[in-house]
């Protein structure tokens, strides 16, 4: 009777198997397909039944599909493959004759991406005192070769094909700055450093380098005084630098500023009566090199303080008249500024 039903049973899932070879190829889950015989029994359904459970968790489907007995399992596997298009085929022979032990199973488990096949051969009776339970002892065999075939060949393979994960794209770098603040100019003729508006703009090279261009002026004009008179100075300077910045460390990054502008001073003479005062505008060439360093406030919002000197062509002498000279501008000349930049 249980021989019956089960012959039952499997033509109903051929049939179903059948409706839906088409799709079975293009899912998601790996498809194995088992063919069974016609004698299969009692034991062998309820172990194949448990596995199906345990691989549907893990996101394979089995399916069990009727094969006659007098086909043989190489043929099996053959024509399911054609028919279903499953990731693996799976085919029973019970014994036939009277050469095999009569609790005995052979399981052909067949991986069709590589084309190979598996062969094994269970039997009870290698086991002493199986009595009654020879056919749940070669079910249970037939089905941990079937499982372990499963995860070894197929469960890698799912893993694989799976998509790649998407790399996570690096946002660009802002390749534009502009920044407003204070720059400093101090000589070392004794007149107090002058503070003055600076406005820098910069094309970001690289990630780590920055071409800038930066013009300072109209400040604070120091004034020296002597017993000849008084003299006020309106000093300028307008250049274009290389900034190279660091790796960055808790908001932090170091910098270095090396590049080049031209010097402009005002000189405005004041001496005693009646001695006739003068105004000149001296200018000069100059070499810049600074250090400093870079605070990120927000993501493109940046504190900059740097401070270095600015090596001068020429030392021009400072007259408060023709005939009186108070100084002249020292070299080098220091130079500061501290901005607040924004990156776009």
């Known amino acids: 009777m249980i021989h019956a039903l089960a012959l039952g049973l499997f033509g109903l899932i051929s049939a179903d198997v059948a409706n839906d070879a088409t799709t079975a190829d293009h899912g998601a889950v790996a498809l194995v397909a088992v063919a069974l015989p016609a004698n299969a ?46 990731a693996a085929v799976v085919a029973f022979a019970g014994p036939e004759d009277g050469t095999q032990a009569a609790h005995s199973l052979d399981v052909w488990f067949l991986d069709r991406a590589s084309g190979k096949t598996s062969v094994a051969h269970f039997a009870a009776d290698e086991v002493a005192n199986t009595g009654d339970r020879s056919d749940v002892i070669v079910a249970v065999r037939a089905v941990d070769f079937i499982r372990a075939r ?5 469960a890698g393979r ?35 450093p002058s503070l003055a508006p600076q406005i820098k703009v910069g ?30 100075l309106d000093q300028r300077f307008v250049g274009a630098s290389m900034t190279v910045l660091g790796s960055e460390w808790h908001r932090l990054r170091p910098l270095a500023e090396v590049g080049g502008g031209e010097y402009v001073v005002v ?35 940046v504190f900059e303080a740097r401070a270095g000197t600015l090596w001068l062509a020429s030392q021009s002498k400072i007259n408060s008249d023709p005939s009186t000279n108070i100084g002249s501008l020292g070299r080098p000349t220091w130079l500061a500024g501290a901005s607040l930049g924004a990156s776009f």
């Open 41 to 86: 029994n009692r034991a062998i359904m309820e172990a194949l039944n448990r596995l199906r459970g345990e691989a549907t968790s893990v996101g394979f489907e089995v399916r069990f599909v009727d094969a006659a007995t007098e086909v043989a399992p190489l043929v099996q596997l053959d024509s399911l493959s054609r028919g279903l298009r499953p």
């Open 203 to 232: 094309y970001r090279l690289t990630a780590w380098g920055r071409l800038d261009a930066t013009a300072l002026g109209f400040g604070t004009q120091p004034r020296m005084s002597s017993s000849a008179g008084q003299v006020s």
């Open 267 to 301: 000189v405005q003479g004041t001496p005693n009566a009646p001695r006739l005062g003068q105004t000149t505008t001296l200018t000069s060439p100059g070499a810049v090199i600074s250090l400093g360093v870079a605070v990120t406030i927000v993501s493109r919002l």
């Open 158 to 192: 799912q893993g694989d094909a799976s998509p790649p994960k998407r790399r996570q794209e690096v946002p660009p770098i802002p390749r534009y700055y502009v920044s407003g603040g204070i720059g400093v100019l101090s000589t070392t003729a004794g007149f107090r």
């Open 150 to 154: 499963m995860f070894d060949t197929l």
